[in-house]
């Protein structure tokens, strides 16, 4: 079954990142970024089975080559918190071959990327596994001339945004009819479809994914998915405990009632003689009694509390999602200081211990201060240019690191909350039931003193007759047909 998912991130300088970096992890190629001197080279990564570069009709042909394209937007972009590039991933629909998904990716990029004056860098991965998608980065800048022109703010609208997630929904639907596939997928959330049946999924994530390809074990991203839904279906299993209690609760009103709509009065009392006594009527109980009974099932009883949880529940939605932004950019960060810059130092180190033994005499003259070697200092500025950036990393791992913790206390304020607006609802609700079934409960007493006074009322009016004397249909009248069964059942303790 094809899964929805159009997720996008703006590569931003001021996050330690690069375009070229990027540009070359999606593409599984090797660039270096003239910027800073840096190859970054993923040719090993597997998993990239197409890479192409659209861009408008009036761009230049050099922005076609992947490198002189991003090393082109590096340059272009000044200050060290530029925005870089935008990039959506997005899954295609698994029931389309490679070459159907290859076309959908074109009509879309396209029409809704290319057309508008982006340049835009697609690759498609993973299209043998449970997983296929493709990433397209797009530049930010208008194409003026033979070069890049001014930044295009029209371009980072929330409702274009929104237009972009439906198009893609629209436009994979479209190629799998043309397929002739009944499958459909739908950008909307799964409350907006009215689908209450399962939770929403949660993207795993390229760190999380070659964390656990590496090591064989669970990711911190897996273990936070599978506690989160862990924690929704416990959720779930306690509003359904409080509906049951609600049911029951009702049911035990609704014994009530059919009890006493099963009552049938033995001879009905005459018009003439209703005021004789002062005391109102059985028919003149019944009706305050289905009154009351009314004001018991009122459905608005359960309003407070459906206010207190929704409301709660959707502020935690929102500290959820905020955790989960956090999270990804916290494995990121890790990921960096476990993996990219000790291999950079580690690769950096081979080459200079390859200079040093090579060289062995002038290593050893610029160790003992004789003679300064030109290669050794820029090795040694390298070095420090890494360990500087491994700070940099680190300073932002904690002050990331600090946020989830804070997120983490709104999270449990707000779990408490919901915990409390439920009991409270509930304390509400039954507050309200225990006057209401008070009422009931005195009606249903009188009920019983009304009909034992008309039954009293008609023995006194009958003929002194004994019960052998008269004809077997008045007797078959009068009595109920279980011989009395029906009021020993209603006049039996209720526990």
């Given at each position: 079954?094809?899964?929805?998912?159009?997720?996008?991130?703006?590569?931003?300088?001021?996050?330690g990142?690069?375009?070229?970096?990027?540009?070359?992890?999606?593409?599984?190629?090797k660039?270096?970024?003239?910027?800073?001197?840096?190859?970054?080279?993923?040719?090993r990564?597997?998993?990239?089975?197409?890479?192409?570069?659209?861009?408008p009709?009036?761009?230049?042909?050099?922005?076609?080559?992947?490198?002189?394209?991003?090393?082109?937007?590096?340059?272009?972009?000044?200050r060290?918190?530029?925005?870089?590039?935008?990039?959506?991933?997005?899954?295609?629909?698994?029931?389309?071959?490679?070459?159907?998904?290859?076309?959908?990716?074109?009509d879309?990029?396209?029409?809704?990327?290319?057309?508008?004056?982006?340049?835009?860098?697609?690759?498609m991965?993973?299209?043998?596994?449970?997983?296929?998608?493709?990433?397209?980065?797009?530049?930010?800048?208008?194409?003026?001339?033979?070069?890049?022109?001014?930044?295009?703010?029209?371009?980072?609208?929330?409702?274009?945004?929104?237009?972009?997630?439906?198009?893609?929904?629209?436009?994979?639907?479209?190629?799998?009819?043309?397929?002739?596939?009944?499958?459909?997928?739908?950008?909307?959330?799964?409350?907006?479809?009215?689908?209450?049946?399962?939770?929403?999924?949660?993207?795993?994530?390229?760190?999380?994914?070659?964390?656990?390809?590496?090591?064989?074990?669970k990711?911190?991203?897996?273990?936070?998915?599978?506690?989160?839904?862990?924690?929704?279906?416990a959720?779930?299993?306690?509003?359904?405990?409080?509906?049951?209690?609600?049911?029951?609760?009702?049911?035990?009103?609704?014994?009530?009632?059919?009890?006493?709509?099963?009552?049938?009065?033995?001879?009905e009392?005459?018009?003439?003689?209703?005021?004789?006594?002062?005391?109102?009527?059985?028919?003149?109980?019944?009706?305050?009694?289905?009154?009351?009974?009314?004001?018991?099932?009122?459905?608005?009883?359960?309003?407070?509390?459906?206010?207190?949880?929704?409301?709660?529940?959707?502020?935690?939605?929102?500290?959820?999602?905020?955790?989960?932004?956090v999270?990804?950019r916290?494995?990121?960060?890790?990921?960096?200081l476990?993996?990219?810059?000790?291999d950079e130092?580690?690769?950096?180190?081979?080459?200079?211990?390859?200079w040093?033994?090579?060289?062995?005499?002038?290593?050893r003259?610029?160790?003992?201060?004789?003679?300064?070697?030109?290669?050794?200092?820029?090795?040694?500025?390298?070095?420090?240019?890494?360990?500087?950036?491994?700070?940099?990393?680190?300073?932002r791992?904690?002050?990331?690191?600090?946020?989830?913790?804070?997120?983490?206390?709104?999270?449990?304020d707000?779990?408490?909350?919901i915990?409390k607006?439920?009991?409270?609802?509930?304390?509400?609700?039954?507050?309200?039931l225990a006057?209401?079934?008070?009422?009931?409960?005195?009606?249903?007493?009188?009920?019983d003193?009304?009909?034992?006074?008309?039954?009293?009322?008609?023995?006194?009016?009958m003929?002194?007759?004994?019960?052998?004397?008269?004809?077997?249909?008045?007797?078959?009248?009068?009595?109920?047909?279980?011989?009395?069964?029906?009021?020993?059942?209603?006049?039996?303790?209720?526990?």
């Amino acid at each position: 079954m094809s899964m929805y998912h159009f997720s996008g991130q703006v590569i931003s300088r001021s996050d330690g990142r690069s375009s070229v970096e990027a540009a070359a992890y999606r593409s599984a190629a090797k660039l270096v970024d003239n910027r800073t001197g840096e190859t970054h080279d993923y040719r090993r990564k597997k998993g990239v089975t197409h890479s192409e570069i659209l861009a408008p009709d009036h761009a230049p042909s050099w922005m076609l080559d992947r490198t002189r394209l991003w090393d082109s937007v590096e340059a272009i972009e000044k200050r060290k918190d530029a925005q870089l590039a935008r990039e959506f991933n997005v899954a295609f629909p698994i029931e389309l071959t490679y070459e159907q998904n290859l076309a959908l990716m074109r009509d879309f990029v396209q029409v809704e990327f290319v057309e508008r004056g982006m340049v835009a860098d697609c690759n498609m991965h993973d299209l043998n596994s449970h997983n296929p998608h493709f990433h397209v980065m797009l530049s930010m800048r208008t194409i003026d001339g033979d070069g890049w022109g001014k930044k295009n703010r029209d371009w980072n609208q929330k409702e274009l945004l929104e237009h972009w997630r439906k198009a893609w929904a629209d436009t994979a639907n479209k190629h799998l009819e043309r397929a002739g596939r009944s499958e459909r997928i739908d950008h909307r959330s799964l409350v907006d479809q009215g689908i209450t049946d399962r939770e929403p999924t949660r993207h795993l994530g390229p760190h999380a994914v070659a964390f656990e390809k590496r090591t064989g074990e669970k990711s911190r991203r897996r273990e936070w998915i599978e506690e989160r839904a862990q924690a929704a279906a416990a959720a779930k299993i306690q509003e359904a405990t409080i509906a049951a209690e609600i049911v029951v609760a009702q049911r035990e009103v609704e014994v009530l009632r059919l009890d006493l709509e099963e009552v049938r009065v033995p001879v009905e009392a005459k018009p003439e003689q209703d005021n004789i006594d002062s005391a109102l009527s059985s028919d003149e109980i019944r009706l305050q009694l289905e009154q009351a009974r009314q004001k018991l099932f009122d459905p608005h009883q359960k309003v407070a509390m459906s206010k207190a949880i929704n409301g709660a529940k959707a502020d935690l939605d929102k500290i959820v999602d905020k955790r989960v932004a956090v999270f990804e950019r916290l494995w990121a960060l890790r990921d960096d200081l476990d993996n990219r810059i000790p291999d950079e130092r580690k690769q950096l180190q081979g080459v200079i211990n390859a200079w040093r033994k090579k060289n062995f005499v002038r290593a050893r003259l610029h160790d003992q201060g004789i003679s300064k070697s030109a290669e050794i200092a820029s090795y040694q500025r390298a070095l420090s240019q890494i360990d500087q950036n491994k700070h940099g990393v680190g300073k932002r791992y904690y002050q990331e690191l600090k946020v989830w913790n804070d997120l983490r206390d709104q999270h449990i304020d707000l779990e408490a909350r919901i915990e409390k607006a439920i009991s409270g609802g509930l304390a509400i609700m039954y507050a309200k039931l225990a006057p209401l079934q008070a009422e009931v409960d005195r009606l249903e007493n009188e009920l019983d003193q009304a009909l034992a006074r008309e039954q009293t009322r008609d023995a006194a009016t009958m003929p002194d007759d004994s019960p052998e004397d008269l004809p077997n249909d008045v007797i078959d009248q009068d009595l109920p047909d279980d011989n009395g069964d029906r009021y020993q059942r209603y006049q039996r303790p209720r526990g």
